[in-house]
């Protein structure tokens, strides 16, 4: 659950990120109202914790689970 969280709180971040990029447009600011605002730095923080946990998944190893539908295996990773 926690993994999800994360990788939601990472897109919304890069969504953010490439709506700068491209046009200078600060979604979160925006919404938030402005750069400075305690919301604003919430959600920025949140973002950048979000992006130290999911650099975990490089490290992760693959679960193998069995399925007692199918009766095969599959690899996940969350």
Same mark, same amino acid.
């Given at each position: 659950?926690?993994?999800?969280? *994360?990788? /939601?709180?990472?897109?919304?971040?890069?969504?953010?990120?490439?709506?700068?990029?491209? &046009?200078?447009?600060?979604? #979160?600011?925006?919404?938030?109202?402005?750069? /400075? !605002?305690?919301?604003?730095?919430?959600?920025? *923080?949140? +973002? !950048?914790?979000?992006?130290?946990?999911? #650099?975990? &998944?490089? &490290?992760?190893?693959?679960? +193998?689970?069995?399925?007692?539908?199918?009766?095969?295996?599959?690899?996940? /990773?969350?």
């Amino acid at each position: 659950m926690l993994d999800k969280i *994360a990788l /939601t709180l990472l897109i919304i971040g890069g969504i953010n990120w490439g709506s700068v990029g491209l &046009f200078q447009f600060d979604i #979160v600011a925006w919404i938030c109202g402005g750069q /400075t !605002g305690i919301v604003s730095r919430i959600i920025y *923080a949140l +973002v !950048g914790l979000s992006a130290l946990w999911c #650099v975990t &998944f490089l &490290f992760r190893e693959r679960a +193998v689970t069995d399925t007692p539908d199918k009766g095969e295996l599959s690899h996940d /990773t969350m």
